[in-house]
């Protein structure tokens, strides 16, 4: 009889101790494999963070003294740095609409300021801190960007004068002698923060204006719209905006951009802006730490009851050992037949923890603040499992076998009687 | 033709107290052997060095004129010898045709069918055999096993009178009939009785008894304790 129809046999018939360690393998791979997929859950959460949390710097030029604007060669240079995303630039000023002709009014029904609006010019929109902070938010059409000629207005202003997406408007300045700019309508946004609650939205109202009569133009715009005002040189930015892909490398960017020897850094300096996810990343960083933790405590509890429970099974066999030594079966076909053993059970315990654990890493993902459907087991996961729980199931079956194999056959036996 | 020959061994246990002193003997094939001696005079332990469950302290052990030292324990124990245990030491999870068939690939059911057990008894579990039975079922494991020696350990020892007369008639047969080189360690002088050569292990030392007309045996002199060719060789 060979050693796989003994494992079998044994597996089959001692029934009761072949279900507890099933089911202890089952509930021990269902636990780490939910325990992986909410780390990984958690990474997953903390890299999106990281991109989304708008970690930026900002270069100003000293124009107090120098008048010397932040050039497009130095913006280029900066924004081609791996790492950075995006810039932006925001130049202000106060603007009249027409839509064919006619002066459009906003929400201030004050004599001689009803007609005003606070036009914000932007290489791209979306990186603008009223969107970036979630004080406005785009609900159709797309943000402007560097030269497409585009604005963005509230979509009451736009329902009040029957305008819709692709529709052309006309904008300049306060003074009769301004250029009249074209512009179309590229998108429309509705207000979400309240603009008294400052701390709510962390938007800063620093102007008068309401958020409904802000309006949002390109950069080539807004140059053509305030150029009869613009006495710098060159194109008039005083500060731009760098915002990069993953806040937890800010500082090493930031530091590349500061040893760029092209930029004369006596004329600029450079101020960080990551508060936000200075404030996240610490509880996240609390939370990955006690997910990790959670991991490490289940796995290693879990793999000394499973040595403890195997070590205890192969001692009580120490019987069948000493017969099957005595009849001749060698000591490693004798091992090999109880590692069979155990792997038959672990053959069958491991796919079913992989579909039960499909169930279960969501429900437990939610006890630490994940969205069950983002906590996700994965083939990846199983392979994992199957593969370093294999290994250590042998060697504890190798390590529990040890005491019991260094005895000469006589001593088992004798030790039995 | 000596089978198992031992020369010159002794043992002790955790290097103190020495339970065999020079042990020599010869057995053959087709001789049913008693191995007689007090409890704890080493008997078990004689029977253990010549099954390769153990090593001697010193001297040899030799199959078939081969050192079983040297040609491996675990290869003495699958070729060479077969044990019927006291406790019949039987895998508890299989069968008894399993367990007759863990050692060899003839078919079970024959074996056990000539010992006595019908092929019901030889789909059961184990355990739920009688002593007798269980210890059919280790003689038929060790019979089927096709070893040339079969060394059994007191096994009729928890047999009542009828069942151990039929495990004695059994072994008997295996010697006579099989031509198999049976050694037994007993207390029994019935089983005794039945054996061709019978020693006994006193101090240390193996006797050979002397065979008298009522089936007694009596101790023959001391010289006999030597092995057969150095006898010859003196």
Partial sequence: MNLGIRAFLYSARKWKKTLLVFCLLLAITTLVLSGLAIADAQEEQSEELRGVTGASFTVTANNGYTLQPVTDEMIEEIAAIDGVESYNTSQYTIANLYNQDTLMKGTDEREGVSDLFYATGCFDSEYSPMFLTGALRLTEGRHVTEGDGGIILYEGLADKYGLSLGDTLEIKNGNPDDPLVECEIAGLFEVIADGDDEQATMAKPSTLF???????????????????????????????????????????????????????????????????????????????????????????????????????????????????????????????????????????????????????????????????????????????????????????????????????????????? | MSIMEIKQVGYSYDNKKKVLKGVNAEMEQGKLYAILGPSGCGKTTLLSLIGGLDSPGSGQIYFDGQDIAKTGLSDHRKNHVAFIFQAYNLIDYLTPAENVSLTSKLPPLPILERLGLTKEEAKRNVLKLSGGQQQRVAIARALASEAPVILADEPTGNLDEDTAQDITEILKESAHKMNKCVVVVTHSNELAKQADVVFRLKKGELQVLERVQDGAAQPQSRRNNTPRSERRAK
């Fill in chain 1, 210 to 417: 309401d958020y409904k009569d802000y309006v949002f133009v390109d950069m080539d715009t807004m140059s053509a719209v305030s150029a009869p005002y613009t006495v710098s040189e060159g194109n008039g930015i005083d500060s731009v905006d760098f915002f990069v892909s993953d806040a937890a490398k800010l500082e090493s960017i930031v530091q590349e951009v500061q040893n760029s020897t092209s930029i004369d850094w006596n004329s600029y300096y450079i101020t960080v802006s990551n508060e936000v996810y200075e404030r996240i990343s610490s509880s996240i960083a609390d939370t990955t730490t006690l997910v990790t933790t959670l991991i490490v405590v289940i796995t290693v509890v879990s793999m000394v009851l499973i040595i403890l429970i195997l070590s205890m099974s192969i001692r009580s066999r120490k019987r069948e050992t000493g017969i099957l030594l005595a009849v001749g079966i060698a000591k490693p076909a004798v091992i090999l037949q109880y590692v069979l053993e155990t792997l038959l059970i672990a053959v069958v315990a491991f796919p079913l923890a992989y579909l039960s654990s499909k169930q279960v890493a969501g429900v437990l993902g939610t006890l630490f603040g994940k969205a069950a459907e983002n906590v996700i087991v994965t083939p990846q996961h199983f392979m994992l499992v199957a593969i370093v729980g294999g290994i250590l199931l042998v060697a504890a079956v190798l390590v529990s076998s040890i005491s019991t194999m260094r005895l000469k056959p006589k001593q088992i036996l004798s030790q039995m009687e």
